[in-house]
């Protein structure tokens, strides 16, 4: 049997000699103390992400990118909710979580968050920066982030930026290569390309069809369906013009086609085979990275890793911190809390990151204490590690506040009220 919390207004309780009640109040306290600042709270995360990278990384070190729109419709008391339209009729209501999350790219495992931006309808609430500009796109701000976290990230590695298919901009790419950020982009059929090799300017689409199914790569699991991972590349320049938004001196937002430099770059089609040899889905990418010591199969592989960032959204949503759930009404006092869950999610995924034999034994026993159903062939995820890690705290707790022979007394107590004889 297993409960799940869902009214998360405030921390979940530790047992300790604290009153829950003096527990609220002190997290609310923290959490609206002007004092305690954004960037105050994030710089021991990003101080530990440089020795992460060090310890999992090899020549690269992969920066996921992506946003999560957080769903408050039901929250009326919370400050500067924002409201769009998702389809015609649909109303989403609630703030934008923007994340840049670090990953290996050796093994794909998840390091740290490196940026988190909040966006309401009057605030952009940032890791990052005090004065970022909510006229920004979504691209627009990613780009500064980049440029921001090459500066402040102290590594020799080379940071390469995955994004999905929001990142098929043309003014994009061109920012990032002006600024000599390496990229794995998705892109979509419809964006044409000139292609070298017939001189051709064609669409994304068409080109991909052009070339053979490729190398194969390795075996997944996509939709509960096993299939093969095959890949296959060739050169390609990026000459059209690009769609921007500009503003004029009233303030207006009008769409302007710009020219700009040709990038040369390599157009990867990464194919999902079931056993049957269908193909259920297909990835088309765009890289800047022209050394061909990073092989196809390389490129294919870390945006397979891309996924890492859907977990850990899903990891502060719906299987571990109920983020839609939480009752705090001033979003920076929200976006501090989120903040200190990130140090949560750093320390699970250093326990889940350790090779050693001792790191094996705790991840075994904190599945064990989590009591979660773990599929067979794997063995922990994030979440049973979270909630394993919980219960032992609260263990701890229990151990300080009783004595063996109290514990014994309630274990009696219990049992008789059930009615069974010891």
């Not at 790569?217 to 060739?234: A, L, S």
């Not at 899903?314 to 006092?333: C, D, H, Y």
Request: include cysteine; hydrophobic fraction near 35%.
């Amino acid at each position: 049997m297993s409960v799940q919390e869902r009214a998360t207004n405030g921390l979940k309780l530790l047992m300790g000699g604290v009153e829950p009640f003096s527990q609220v109040q002190a997290a609310w306290r923290f959490y609206n103390n002007k004092n305690v600042t954004i960037q105050g709270l994030f710089d021991p995360i990003l101080e530990d992400l440089e020795k992460e990278v060090e310890k999992h990384c090899g020549s690269y070190v992969l920066m996921m990118s992506d946003w999560s729109h957080l769903d408050y419709k039901h929250h009326h008391a919370k400050k500067e909710l924002t409201t769009k339209n998702k389809r015609e009729n649909t109303k989403q209501i609630g703030y934008d979580l923007q994340t840049t999350l670090a990953v290996s790219d050796i093994s794909g495992v998840p390091i740290s968050p490196v940026v988190h931006n909040l966006k309401t309808d009057e605030n952009i609430y940032s890791t990052y920066s005090d004065n970022i500009d909510s006229k920004l796109t979504h691209l627009e701000e990613l780009a500064q982030r980049a440029t921001w976290i090459k500066k402040r990230l102290s590594t020799d590695k080379k940071i390469v930026h995955i994004v999905d298919r929001e990142s098929d901009s043309v003014a994009f790419m061109r920012e990032l290569h002006k600024e000599g950020h390496c990229f794995v982009l998705r892109v979509k059929n419809n964006s044409k390309l000139y292609y070298p090799e017939e001189k051709i300017d064609i669409k994304q689409g068409e080109l991909a069809r052009k070339l053979p199914l490729g190398k194969e790569v390795q075996r997944i699991k996509y939709k509960k369906e096993n299939v093969k991972i095959y890949v296959n590349e060739c050169d390609v320049e990026v000459q059209r013009n690009a769609n921007k938004f500009v503003y004029d001196s009233e303030g207006k937002k009008k769409l302007e086609k710009t020219s700009g430099d040709s990038i040369k770059a390599r157009f990867v089609v990464e194919r999902l085979v079931n056993d049957e040899g269908n193909v259920i889905a297909q990835w088309l990418l765009i890289t800047n990275i022209m050394d061909k010591e990073v092989k196809t199969q390389t490129l294919a592989t870390w945006y397979y890793y891309r996924w890492k960032i859907e977990s850990y959204f899903k990891l502060l949503k719906s299987s571990g911190f109920n983020l839609e759930q939480w009752q705090q009404e001033e979003p920076r006092a929200l976006f501090k809390r989120l903040l200190v869950v990130s140090y949560a999610c750093v320390l699970v995924w250093k326990i889940a990151n350790d090779s050693s034999e001792n790191a094996n034994k705790i991840r075994k026993f904190l599945v064990q204490l989590s009591g979660k159903l773990i599929e067979k062939g794997t063995d922990f995820t994030h979440p049973a590690l979270l909630t394993g890690l919980w219960s032992y705290l609260q263990i701890m707790d229990v151990i300080d506040l009783f004595t063996r022979e109290e514990l014994l007394d309630i274990k009696k107590e219990l049992v008789q009220i059930m009615g069974f004889d010891i």
